[in-house]
C-alpha cells in the first residue's frame, strides 16, 4: 500500500536556524511531490513541486527551498528562519490515485 | 492563472442544519474538481472529487456537482452533526497541471 511519512510533527526553532523537513513515501515509483504551507488563518499555498528526482519547480518566492536527491524522498529547507516561516507544513504526492497528504509538521519561529 | 474561491467563514450550524458552501473556480480546459476535509489537529483527507461536467461527488451524506456553465462546485449536506465541524477546502486540478489549487478553506462550526 501507498503511504507517506512526513517529520517531525511539531518543531520549535529560533528565528536565524536552519530547517529541514523531510517527506518519505513508500509503495509508489515516480510520483509527484509537493510542499504546501498552511499559514495561521489563511488556506493552503503551494510552495514547490517535483515531477522527478532533480527537478523542482517553485511557486512563490520565498526564504525556503526544497530538494528531491531520492524518487520518493522530497527535502524543505531553510539556511535562516524567519517568523514569517511559521505555519503548518504539508507534503503530499500523487501517481495515479489522487494526491495523499501526510500528516503535516507545525513550525512555529520564536 | 487556475484559481479557486471560497466563501469565507467561519459558518455556524446548528446540528440538522443544512449546509452550502460555495466554490467558484478559474481555469482554462477541463480541471478535476475535489473537497478536501480538515479535522482539528490532523492533515488534509479527500472529502469527494468530480473530474468532467455534470459529475457529482459524494462521501459522507455530502456531495457537490460539477457546473460548467457556472465555474461551481459548492459543497452541500442535508443535516449537519457536530463531528462534522472541520475546515473545509475546495480545490482543482488542471487538465494539463501537476497541481493542485486550493481555496482558502471554510470553517464550519456545527453546534449541538
Known amino acids: 500500500s501507498q503511504t507517506i511519512h512526513q517529520w517531525p510533527a511539531t518543531l520549535v526553532q529560533p528565528v536565524g536556524s536552519p530547517l529541514s523537513l523531510e517527506c518519505t513515501v513508500e509503495?509508489?515509483?515516480?510520483?509527484?511531490l509537493y510542499w504546501y504551507r498552511q499559514a495561521a488563518g489563511r488556506g493552503l499555498q503551494l510552495l514547490f513541486y517535483?515531477?522527478?528526482?532533480?527537478?523542482i519547480s517553485s511557486e512563490v518566492p520565498q526564504n525556503l527551498s526544497a530538494s528531491r536527491p531520492q524518487d520518493r524522498q522530497f527535502i524543505l529547507s531553510s539556511k535562516k528562519l524567519l517568523l514569517s516561516d511559521s505555519g503548518f507544513y504539508l507534503c503530499a504526492w500523487t501517481a495515479n490515485y489522487g494526491y495523499t497528504f501526510g500528516s503535516g509538521t507545525r513550525l512555529t519561529v520564536v | 492563472g487556475d484559481s479557486v474561491t471560497q466563501m469565507e467563514g467561519p459558518v455556524t450550524l446548528s446540528e440538522e442544519a443544512f449546509l452550502t458552501i460555495n466554490c467558484t473556480y478559474t481555469?482554462?480546459?477541463?480541471?478535476?474538481l475535489f473537497w478536501y476535509v480538515q479535522y482539528p489537529g490532523e492533515g488534509l483527507q479527500l472529502l469527494l472529487k468530480?473530474?468532467?461536467?455534470?459529475d457529482k461527488g459524494s462521501n459522507k451524506g455530502f456531495e457537490a456537482t460539477y457546473r460548467k456553465e457556472t465555474t461551481s462546485f459548492h459543497l452541500e449536506k442535508g443535516s449537519v452533526q457536530v463531528s462534522d465541524s472541520a475546515v473545509y477546502f475546495c480545490a482543482l486540478e488542471g487538465d494539463s497541471s501537476y497541481k493542485l489549487i486550493f481555496g482558502s478553506g471554510t470553517r464550519l462550526l456545527v453546534r449541538p
Open positions: 517535483s515531477v522527478g528526482i532533480g527537478q
Open positions: 481555469a482554462t480546459g477541463y480541471p478535476s
Open positions: 468530480a473530474t468532467k461536467a455534470d
Open positions: 509503495g509508489t515509483s515516480n510520483p509527484n
